[in-house]
C-alpha cells in the first residue's frame, strides 16, 4: 500500500457481505480503518454520503472514493493490489467461473438463507429446503481441493467463508444440521465465533420487530 492511500471500511461486525471484504484486505495485508454502523439505528451521515443509492454497508472509501457492493469491492482491491495474493484467477474461463458461482451465492443462496433465519412454518420449511439443495450444488464445485479454486484461497471461498460462518444461526433457528448434509463445507475455517453471530441476530430480530 502507498504511503499516500488512506482507506476506510464502513462496516457491521456480523455482515457475511462486510465480511468478504475484511477477508480479502486481510489477504492482501492492506491496512484499513473501520467505521462500525449500527444497523438497527438510523445510518451515520457518511454512509448516506458514500453510498446514497443504496444506502447499505460495506463501503470501501479509498483516497475519499467510495466503491459500494461486496463483490464489487473484492473484485476492485485484487484489481488495486494485483502484486499480491491475486484473488481471481488468471484464466479467462476459471475467472468467469468463480463469478458465476459468487453471483450464485448472492441471488440463490442468500435470498433462501432469510427464509431459514426470519420465517416460520411453511414458509421457513420451504427455505430450509431451497438452502440445502443450493448450498449442495455449490459443494460439488469444492470437490477434493481445500479451496474452491484449489490449493490457495480465491474470489469464492471470499465470497462463500462469512456464510459459512452463519451456519450454527441458520441451523438453530432451522432445526436441522448443515453438516448432515454438506459435510465438505462444514469443515471450513470460521471468522467471527458463529454463536456471537447467532447472539447479534437474536437481539437485531427482537430490535427490528422480526
Not at 111 to 140: H, T
Amino acid at each position: 500500500m502507498a504511503n499516500s492511500d488512506h482507506i476506510v471500511l464502513l462496516d457491521y461486525s456480523v455482515s457475511p457481505f462486510a465480511m468478504r471484504v475484511r477477508l480479502a484486505l486481510a489477504a492482501k495485508g492492506i491496512k484499513y480503518l473501520i467505521k462500525e454502523e449500527d444497523l438497527t439505528q438510523s445510518k451515520s451521515s457518511l454512509l448516506l454520503k458514500a453510498n446514497p443509492v443504496h444506502k447499505k454497508i460495506p463501503v470501501l472509501i479509498h483516497n475519499g472514493k467510495p466503491v459500494c457492493e461486496s463483490l464489487i469491492i473484492v473484485e476492485y482491491i485484487d484489481e488495486v493490489w494485483k502484486d499480491r495474493c491475486l484473488l481471481l484467477p488468471a484464466d479467462p474461463y476459471q475467472r468467469a467461473k468463480a463469478k458465476f458461482w459468487a453471483d450464485f451465492i448472492d441471488k440463490m443462496v442468500y435470498p433462501s438463507c432469510y427464509k431459514v433465519w426470519a420465517a416460520n412454518g411453511e414458509v421457513q420449511e420451504a427455505g430450509k429446503k431451497e438452502f440445502i439443495d443450493r448450498i449442495k450444488m455449490l459443494e460439488g464445485e469444492l470437490k477434493s481441493n481445500p479451496y474452491f479454486g484449489g490449493e490457495t484461497l480465491g474470489f469464492l471461498d471470499i465470497a462463500f467463508l462469512p456464510l459459512y460462518n452463519w451456519f450454527h444461526t441458520f441451523e438453530t433457528f432451522g432445526k436441522f444440521s448443515i453438516e448432515a448434509e454438506c459435510p465438505k463445507l462444514s469443515s471450513c475455517t470460521s471468522l467471527p465465533h458463529p454463536h456471537k453471530v447467532y447472539d447479534l441476530l437474536v437481539d437485531y430480530k427482537k430490535k427490528m420487530g422480526i
